[in-house]
């Protein structure tokens, strides 16, 4: 499951870029995967 979870974060990633700028994005991957661990 864990890794299905990360390629569907992967892919919003890809989205997010988009419309985000990309050190917010990361920022908010960073957070998401330390409140999963």
């Known amino acids: 499951m864990h890794r299905s979870l990360r390629v569907a974060l992967q892919v919003a990633l890809e ?4 419309r985000f700028p990309m050190g917010r994005v990361v920022g908010w991957e960073l957070s998401f995967t330390e409140d999963l661990s």
């Open 15 to 18: 989205n997010s870029t988009q």
